[in-house]
């Protein structure tokens, strides 16, 4: 059934002119690839991602296309597994190989937010109960000041209807989702996980790893008492100073992460 | 005292002609075994199994036998360990190896479930508190969807009696287990432990893994407040995706798991 | 002041004949030691025990004389570093190292309890907050059913006032531990660890490891609401089941420990 | 704009004599620094500082200087990262290197308290939820008795207002915490993370360690119900026993932490 959705859907974007079989950009820039095999690494090493979830960079070439790898488990991307793809999430050339049925989450907040340079899917393991729940995540360190005071969550039963299997498996799903996000820095997803997105690679793998740890500690802190959490004021500052220091635990991560067998 | 219940069993089973020595359905293919090997340490990999527990598969070339370790950690299963069983429960020729006291919970699985062709049981620790309780266990997210809105728990207590040592230690036990089981893909044992089934090995290990996350993602939600399962139609729905996937993390947890020490 | 201390203890037990410097049993069994050693090892390895605890064992020449490091980290042992104390918990002869503080739980154990073998102390994570409040450590599955129904907190204030350090710091201490701990397998002591007590060096593992496990499992389920226990009979049953069962995990725990590094 | 606040800063501390350019008070034992670089290290092995967190310790030949690594992930420390610093936070010669923005935390304890000779700045997970809740950080067990029965709390927006960046990221506010801090062994920072002081490398890194542990713990035996904490007379007793026994971990912890890779 999978296929035959695909085959419609691929079928539907040829009848359509601009969807045609995209032309590439060009290579990327070498470190654009490194970053994303290593930020592919780093997620796993920090358990964001397990087998699934996927993070992907704007192309730094063509705003219009962008990168991420094939369908696999993100502990063994390599450089070959990236795949170039437009603002369609239409593959340039995967070379026959399987792409991420949830590639459009990518290119439609590409395409509705021109600021986001990267993006990471993940299943996350503290943040998926407040993606079911009716508690709102909110910063309680600043660490995790990028979430802001106003996290959203979508609902795909909005949209989808009551039976859905909760994917993001086409581009209107796609572009619900990035409205939902708006201009915030994460959305939760409910019932499946959430996607984070940033303006470059270190900073994105950040606020993926620091979301999950406030959703940890958030936990925590509520099953105490009554919690102070940062001011919209506070994480703002401490979000812009952060934003200084995001290559220092990104050196570290991509270390370990790229170290040989 | 075991030893004079092995004894006394194993003298029942031969005052009965079916039960008498089964004879091999023959060598099984090499990727069966390999995979195998593999589920059993994978298993141990991702601390769904410890010392104890144990996966089977349906032999490739008759219904009516299994594959199993002999009695052993998971974690050190080597191709050499695996025994061939009737669907009794009686092995092939263990070659005087100890086998595993709870092996019917395998050959009675497969005698009730012809869908089945591979079986998880484990003390996972996550699931233990739901077996406890009267909390049922239920899908918070999609990789759990496979648990469908029903899952079953076996209270050993209502046929073996207030004194028994929680072991399905005999065919009739196993009998009761996989009727409770039912059509299901898992079932709870009260203070002991679960069961996963499945139609590949993949897939168990896969189900055997998310049944252990969606406990504990349950337990996180349900502190939080009011949860928001999969429903039915969804859990549907994403389990028919899932199986598509299954390969995913496989490949990585394999990899991972068969690296040489 | 703990060198001013420990001098007072040795001159007041030099003042007691029974109490001179005790002769050795004789060598032990290699394979005591070995098992020993392993043993520090395998609870660092399990988290049992960390930078702090200590597992001792019953000579196997003379059951008035125990085996038990000299005082350091329980994951860098050898057997070297194992000396000989009569049940008086004086040392044979440590050559001039270091003995733990607290050796007077071990030789007031094996006194009191002549069906002791093996003893282990440790501060595992999860069983303090059970020594510091109301609720009673049981067991929730079968892999812990050696703990009963009636698990003993020692309330050391009860016997050394409110302002002790909490340290079973000589035999009058270690006395009224043992008394507390009466003819159970585990006693917590409020703020501060517990003790687990076997027949053997892998049982008396197996019952560390799974005290911890239990008290892990116990809280989560009981977070659930309310729980069912293992009866008391059920508890026995399985006990005597498990105990035919630990050298399963005591290989697999073993392996690992001793892997050179 | 944080270059330009550096900038300014520099620019007011060049503007007072005292301020200039400190002079160095020469080379620090080669112990001093081998055990600053292993703390930096272990600190990560044990969780205590991930990408984040800084280790201090006064110099050895100079009680107004103290020695820090420049601006780094702790795990990668060396002893060539190794910056000196007078009290005022203002390195000696940092060969152009970043330094931590929060060092005035470190300088201006070594201030105000004299009988400090270490400082550990960390966001250790679990001690969070105790800096933003009503909930006062207590011992339940006699490794965490260092933290007596008073453990303050350093809300940031009494002093520096309700829009910081939550950073300690000057001297008077160096100085405000270390008011909050008073005579205690640890202070908790609101929405950030705590301090913890020592008089030795090795003992704060202990400190630093069972205070985190101790959150972890309380927050689990508060579930449970009533607690029993340790009285202040306990956790003084127990607190001098311990300072006898701090290089029992240190040894394992500096082993295990300087491996080669």
Redesign the interface.
């Known amino acids: 059934?999978?296929a035959l959705t695909l085959l419609a859907m691929g079928a539907c974007l040829i009848g359509l002119p601009a969807a045609a079989q995209p032309t590439s950009a060009g290579a990327p820039d070498a470190q654009v690839v490194e970053d994303l095999v290593a930020a592919s690494r780093v997620l796993a090493d920090l358990g964001v991602v397990?087998?699934?979830g996927h993070v992907s960079v704007r192309h730094d070439k063509d705003p219009n296309r962008y990168l991420m790898s094939r369908?696999?488990?993100p502990?063994?991307v390599k450089a070959e597994d990236i795949v170039e793809f437009d603002l369609d999430s239409v593959a340039v050339d995967a070379k026959g190989r399987a792409v991420f049925?949830e590639r459009f989450i990518h290119g439609e907040i590409y395409k509705a937010r021109p600021d986001v340079k990267a993006v990471v899917h993940s299943?996350s393991?503290?943040v998926?109960?407040?993606?079911?729940?009716?508690?709102r995540l909110q910063?309680?360190?600043?660490?995790s000041?990028f979430l802001g005071v106003d996290v959203p969550v979508f609902e795909i039963r909005d949209v989808a209807g009551?039976?859905?299997?909760?994917?993001v498996r086409n581009a209107g799903l796609g572009a619900d989702l990035a409205k939902v996000l708006s201009d915030k820095t994460v959305v939760l997803m409910?019932?499946?996980?959430s996607v984070t997105v940033g303006t470059s690679i270190p900073q994105v793998v950040f606020r993926a790893y620091y979301a999950e740890?406030n959703a940890?500690?958030q936990?925590?802190?509520?099953?105490?008492?009554?919690?102070?959490?940062?001011?919209a004021?506070?994480a703002?500052?401490?979000a812009?100073?952060n934003d200084?220091?995001v290559m220092?635990?990104?050196?570290?991560?991509k270390?370990k992460a790229m170290?040989p067998?």
């Open positions: 059934m999978r397990d087998g699934f369908s696999m488990a502990a063994l049925l299943h393991p503290s998926i109960p407040f993606g079911v729940s009716k508690v910063p309680v360190y600043h660490m000041s009551p039976a859905s299997d909760l994917l409910r019932g499946h996980g740890m940890r500690l936990s925590e802190a509520m099953r105490l008492g009554e919690v102070t959490y940062l001011t004021e506070e703002a500052a401490a812009k100073t200084g220091q220092r635990p990104w050196e570290l991560w270390r170290k067998e």
